[in-house]
Structures are given as C-alpha cells and as structure tokens.
C-alpha cells in the first residue's frame, strides 16, 4: 500500500481510490486514512466501538476516508474492472488475497480484464492461511498463480516481506500493458509469537499473544494503554426476565448434527456429506469434521459451487447434502437454490450470523433477506425456513427435521441466546419438548393483544411480557419458529385480539412482518398491527447494534404500550 501510495504520489498514473477485497486485513484503509490525514491516527485505538465509523469490514457511509466497501469476498475484482474501463489513462490498484482469489467471481473478472486488456493489477497477499486452515491441505491442486496465468494475466511474484524485491515486483506490473498480478508470498503475522502463519490470526488475536509480541520490542505505553483498557468497567449484561443459561445455537447446530450422525450406522453416514466455506468454526461445523471427517468437506471460500456441490451430493437416492456459511452470503447463492429445487434435491442449510444482533463486522454481514431462501411459488415443492429460539430449541430443530426431504434451511445468530423459560422457570424447550414443522408456539398466554417472535429476538418480547404482567397487563407471546408456514389455527386465535405485533431483527421490508399481516387480511382479521424489524445501516459496536435498530427491550416495549391504548 504504502509503495503504490508512493508511485502514485511520486507522478506515476494509477487510480486514487484505494481497492481491497481481503477479508479483515481490508481494514488497512483504515491506517491509510490516518497516514494520509484521512482520520485522527488515535481514532485507531477505536477499532469496532459503536459510533467509531471503525467496522470490522471498512463501509463508505462510514467513513469518508474509504474508498471501497469490503466484506464480502469476491465482490471487487469486478467492480475494478469497471472502474478500469471508466478511466483507461490509469492504472487501477486492486489488492487481495489468496482466500479471496477462490471465489468465482474473480475467475470472471480475470477473463473480462484480459479479454478487454484492461489496466488493472491485483496486489495479492498470498499466505496460504484463511480462516478454516491452509489451502494447500483442504484444496490442493489450488495455484494462484497458475490460475492467473490461464487466465491470461502478467503475474510477477515476489517475497512479500522484502520491500525491495516488492517494489521490483510492483513496478513490472504497473509497467505491463495489461493485466497483472503480484503475488506477495510470505507467512501471515511474521514475529507474532504462537500465531505466525496461522488461521488464529484472522482478525483480533489474544492479548497474551499482542502482550508478549509488544513487549518484545519495547512498546511499553501500548502495554499499558492493553492494561488500561482491560481493567476498565464492564457493564453487566442485562437481566431479562424469562430467560435462562446462554447458549450459541451457531454451535449447536453442529452438534447436533453429530449427534443424528452418531446415531447412524456406518453405511448411513457415507449417505451424508456437510460442505463448508471456510467457515466451520463459525457456524458449527467443526464437531462434524472431527468426529467424522467422512461427511465432511471443506470447500474453501466458493459458496456458490459448494451449495451445488452439497445439492449434487443431496440429489442422489437416500443422500442427504449438508450447506452452512453466513446468512448475509445466502444472498450470493440464491439462484443456486432455485436450481436446487428444480433438481429435486434433499438439502440441508445451516445459515449463521442471522440479524445484527452482535454483529461488530456491521451491514456488508447483517443476515437480513433470509425469506429470499423462500423464492418459490405456492404450488411448487415446499421449502421450509426454521429459526430456532434458543439451543434447546435448535436440536430439538436438526433432529426433527434432518430425515426430511427437500430444501430445509435453519437460521442462527451470531450472539449466543439465552434458554427460553416457562413460567415456572423450567426450559421451555427441554425434557419432553418435541418441535413441530409448521406449528406455531405459545410461550406466554395473554387477553390484551400478542406480540409474535422468533429466534434472538424471543427472549427480549419475553422480557416484556413478563414486565407488563407485574402492572396487571396480559399481553400474549407467540414463538414462530417456523417463518414461512401460515399456522391456520393460531392465525384464528390471534386474529381476533385487540392487537398484534410482529417483532424480529430481520429486514422489516423483506421479513415476518409483511407477511404476517396480509395473510391476516387474506382471512378477514384486522387487528391494530405493527411490524419491527432492522430499518438502517449498521453503527460498529456488538451488543449496540440492537439498540441501534431500535429493537432493544425498551423500544418494543414502547410500541406495545402504543398499540395497548390506541
């Protein structure tokens, strides 16, 4: 960066705006801006805090300092290419990774730059690290620069840690005429004690590895600013009523996953195979690769062609395919799903990160259009949308749902959500629990109107609920944890209330929320109504981003008291 910053600087003709579509490493932008007078060089020490502008992926709304939306891989080759085209006097600077480079939409990109002999030049860390391992062991036969050499591109590699030979490299690109690529190879994280060239390194790293790789070099008022930081107050979480132990149903999903596989015969489980994205530690798949690597397969970062594969997989007699990754990527692979259905296939979806709900790398990872997984029409083959409310839940979920046919997908969230309790206090979705496909969930009876919910928003119209009761007001709680399926009787029960208020953290205009009052309307019911979910971009910060939405306890709240006196 700080080389091509040079150049640039020094008359050479490239582009201004600064392109990255690495994942974390993308914050680089953010050094850049205060290096060029861009941002207060101490607005650094506020990386993700809630209002900082400093979100885990740089946004443009943001700040006015970036010049490129990251966050999603594979999202900016062809965007460069544009730009390119757009300005043929210069050359355009777009830097990558090796973890990026998998996504198919760079292949497409590469073949229009050649095709078009544009001026573009990838500066690409190539460190053999991504966030599920090493590519050269879960996806051999993967060469970035071969594949960038098919595809016709310049590539000039080099040492990534020696400036000179970078430098060398560098220039030979800018000075090709066409495409070219520099494949900047070295170990990720050279000097951090424990953690040089290793997947921990994605993102934040433990303090006692930042501790003792500063103390090292002397860096005694960053030790200090470390210890200040960490014995500072921690606000306490709140305390909602009706909700227990905390779980992360991200995690309990592929746990119980395991545990179906476990409960199969040897020859059943070689009828089941999970493909992951490169994100198995985040959304559960890990247990499943180490307890039974034989119905696991780890894809690298090609959600696309792992969706298709796990359909592939699940289209076969008596298979069963298994998808995950985040739910802010469901976007990417929605005509795969399409083209799933069609095929017949029997499918299996964990989507995580669902909502934005601690959701501290902010809007490029907020899982809003979930519903778009249902994109079928009505006298197609059904798909069902589940979205469990806590981990009790979420294996009472996989289990009940696993040996169906067809598309399946769950939902999860990236925050971990407390047990839903009864009102004697017991987990309500505990011993004797048994979910239902399709059927609708009394938590809380009620006289005076319901709220209707589902996943990690639950617990907080609990909350409510139990609040209001304490003032001798009986409002009702109705848990759907089944999103896209009309529960004909409770729809009934509900409709002749004062009031109904659907309340979830997804896109309010793609969500629960415009659903559930037409199929109110299409029986004749019309109760007063209203709908909550996600309305605006994302502010940084985790626990915030409720808040930020206007979701937390006390709004809701708010708007129940409105539709109790209107």
Known sequence: ???????????????????????????????????????????????????????????????????????????????????????????????????????????????????????????????????????????????????????????????????????????????????????????????????????????????????????????????????????????????????????????????????????????????????????????????????????????????????????????????????ATFSAFLEMVISEITMSRLNEVDLLCHFSHAGVDAMSDNTCHFGLNNFFADNYVDGGAPTALYFPADVHQMDAVVRRVFPEPGLRFIFSNRSKLPEILDAAGAPLHGDGYEFEPGRDEIVREGDAGWIVSYGDMLHRCLHIVETLRTEGVSVGLVNKPTLNVVDEKMLVRLGASPFILVVESLNRRTGLGIRYGSWLLERGFAPRYGHMGTTRPGNCGQAEQIAHQRLAPADVEARVRELLTA
């Open 1 to 323: 960066m700080l080389i091509v910053d040079a150049l640039r600087d020094g008359g050479a003709p490239i582009h201004p705006q600064f392109f990255d579509e690495a994942g974390h490493r993308a914050a680089l932008q953010y050094a850049r801006g205060a290096l060029r007078g861009g941002l207060p060089p101490e607005q650094l020490l506020h990386y993700r805090e809630y209002g900082s502008g400093l979100a885990g992926h740089p946004e443009k709304e943001l700040l006015d300092c970036i010049d490129f939306s990251s966050g999603r891989l594979g999202h900016a080759a062809g965007h460069v290419n544009g730009v390119a085209l757009a300005s043929p006097k210069q050359a355009v600077v777009m830097f990558g990774s090796d973890g990026s480079q998998m996504e198919g939409n760079n292949a497409e990109a590469a073949r229009l730059a050649v095709a078009n002999n544009l001026n573009v030049k990838w500066i690409i860390d190539d460190n053999n690290v991504t966030i599920a391992g090493y590519p050269d062991r879960y996806l051999p036969g993967f060469d970035l620069e071969r594949t960038l050499e098919g595809h016709g591109f310049a590539v000039f590699p080099a040492d990534g840690e020696d400036t000179r030979a970078l430098l060398v490299a560098i220039v030979g690109a800018l000075q090709h005429d066409g495409p070219a690529a520099v494949l900047c190879r070295r170990a990720m994280g050279p000097g951090i004690p424990q953690l040089e060239g290793t997947p921990q390194l994605h993102d934040v790293i433990t303090l006692e590895a930042a501790r003792e790789y500063l103390a090292a070099r002397g860096h005694d008022r960053a030790l200090a600013l470390l210890d200040e930081i960490e014995g500072g107050p921690v606000a306490p979480p709140p305390e909602l009523l009706g909700s227990g132990a905390s779980g992360a149903c991200r995690k309990q999903f592929g746990a119980s996953l395991a545990g179906v596989l476990a409960g199969l015969s040897p020859d059943e489980r070689q009828q089941v195979r999970a493909f992951d994205s490169d994100l198995e530690g985040s959304v559960g798949l890990t247990v499943v690769r180490e307890q039974f690597p034989e119905c696991f397969t780890s894809g690298g970062v090609q959600e696309r062609g792992n969706l298709l594969a796990a359909a592939g997989f699940g289209s076969q007699p008596g298979c069963q395919g298994v998808f």
